[in-house]
């Protein structure tokens, strides 16, 4: 079954504004990761947070992990036309650090 | 240059063909992946080698057998085409041993069978 589950699955807001995605698992993880997918090309990692960290910030992106609710979010603040994409949470599990990908969360960014 | 790449970027073939899609990345790193994501965006691991051994092998029919000449080079062979096989297959790759765990994607090759 699937590990991470990503909500809303859609979610368009203006320019400027913040965007707030969440991502919830079930087994416990090594880490957990965000990466962005524009259309048409590959995944690009954007933060990881490791089980023992709670928050963690990288320009305009803050990422929280609760393992205690298995969950984590992802802020985009001042948001821009070109944050425009599909965002996906990956959980990282066992030894193999193998990573299960959620469903992905698609974001209109208006100008 | 591209850290990890993929050919070919487009494969349109017939039901029953064979295929291989070929990844190479210059990170130098210890571990690569495939991942199929389907129509609906869901991406899922298919294989993981590291240092060119099989570490990671899901549910995948046996119609799909990676290769690993060497830790660059990470090639899927796909035998007797369904149409059910349509979908963009992405390779990645990570640097493991160090725990660094972000994977690196490449642009992925798009597959229809028809």
């Known amino acids: 079954s699937q590990q991470g589950e990503e909500d809303p699955q859609a979610l368009s807001i203006q320019e400027g504004e913040n965007a707030t995605m969440n991502c919830s698992y079930k087994?416990?993880?090594?880490?957990l990761q965000w990466y962005r997918q524009n259309s048409g090309r590959g995944l690009v990692h954007l933060i990881l947070i490791r089980s023992n960290e709670r928050e963690k910030h990288s320009g305009r992106l803050r990422v929280t992990l609760d393992t205690s609710k298995k969950s984590s979010s992802l802020l985009i603040t001042a948001s821009r036309a070109a944050d425009t994409a599909s965002y996906f949470c990956a959980t990282s599990t066992g030894a193999n650090s193998k990573l299960t990908f959620g469903k992905g969360i698609t974001l209109s960014v208006r100008p | 240059d591209t850290a990890v790449s993929q050919t070919p970027k487009y494969l349109v073939t017939q039901m029953g063909n064979d295929k291989s899609i070929k990844c190479e990345q210059n990170l130098g790193h210890d571990t690569m992946y495939w991942y199929k994501q389907d129509s609906k965006k869901f991406l899922k691991i298919m294989f993981s080698?590291?240092?060119?051994?099989?570490?990671i092998n899901e549910t995948v029919p046996n119609r799909f057998s990676p290769k690993s000449p060497d830790k660059a080079h990470l090639n899927l062979h796909i035998n007797s085409l369904e149409l059910g096989d349509s979908a963009v297959y992405f390779c990645?790759?990570?640097?493991?041993?160090?725990?660094?765990?972000?994977?690196?994607f490449g642009p992925g090759t798009r597959l229809l069978v028809l």
């Open positions: 087994t416990s993880i090594n880490n």
């Open positions: 080698y590291n240092n060119k051994e099989l570490i």
């Open positions: 990645a790759s990570s640097q493991v041993r160090q725990h660094q765990e972000t994977q690196y």
